[in-house]
């Protein structure tokens, strides 16, 4: 009988070995030949299923997202889990997840000079927007009663965050251990939250005008 190949599943071995090879390689040197050859693949196969580079780069893309988004609303132990080891689930605290946002930020440094990237980093950017506001609102059972301007903040000021621990931990990864990194989230969500708090009865007006200046200052991650 004929082998029966699952398709689905060979392309996404080959986007996260192209993960990998980027991560490992950078963004420049992951041709088609080398993420073909450490796939054990051909390039004739690999092109069977990716005409393009950027292809490939963007089935990446979406594999890893689907992974995050697998790992940060999975219950841990049957239970709910707390907002900061979710949302640790995002960092890079193992050898998987370093190689995941080693990707991530390989990626950030080709988006400004490509369109089509662009376009597809912004969508990134909205899912992961979505992601983690579910995560806040699961896990801060205050979430629901803070004004949307509150939360708005919260939210981006969560994101930057986590990109920024991201880039520095790949960029100096002796100095970011996983302790470190968790602690480092730990604090920030605690400021948050009393940030949060104590403005949830602050001058309406006022907060609008915040919430107005810093979305007016905001882009894309």
């Known amino acids: ?36 050859r450490e796939a054990g693949y051909t390039t004739g196969m690999v092109a069977h299923y990716f005409d393009t580079k950027q292809e490939i780069i963007i089935a990446a893309l979406r594999l890893i997202l689907r992974r995050i988004e697998e790992r940060l609303m999975r219950p841990a132990g049957g239970v709910e889990s707390d907002l900061l080891t979710v949302l640790t689930e995002a ?30 980093n912004a969508w990134v950017h909205r899912e992961y927007m979505r992601l983690f506001e579910r995560c806040l609102a699961q896990g801060w059972s205050d979430w629901g009663q803070w004004s949307p301007a509150v939360r708005d903040q919260i939210l981006r000021s969560v994101m930057t965050f986590i990109n920024g ?16 990194q968790i602690e480092q989230l730990r604090l920030q969500l605690q400021l ?13 007006d006022r907060l609008r005008k915040s919430h107005k200046t810093s979305a007016s200052g905001s882009s894309a991650a």
């Open 192 to 204: 948050l939250h009393a940030w949060a708090v104590a403005t949830a009865g602050a001058n309406p």
């Open 91 to 120: 960092l890079p605290v193992d050898e998987q997840r370093f190689t995941e946002c080693a990707f991530w930020t390989a990626f950030w440094g080709q988006v400004s000079a490509d369109k089509k990237l662009k376009r597809i």
């Open 1 to 36: 009988m004929p082998k029966i190949v699952d398709h689905e599943q060979r392309r996404d071995e080959i986007a996260l070995v192209a993960c990998r090879v980027v991560a490992e390689h950078g963004f420049d040197q992951a041709t088609i030949v080398r993420i073909a």
């Open 165 to 180: 621990l991201t880039a520095s931990a790949v960029a100096s990864q002796s100095d970011w251990p996983a302790a470190q």
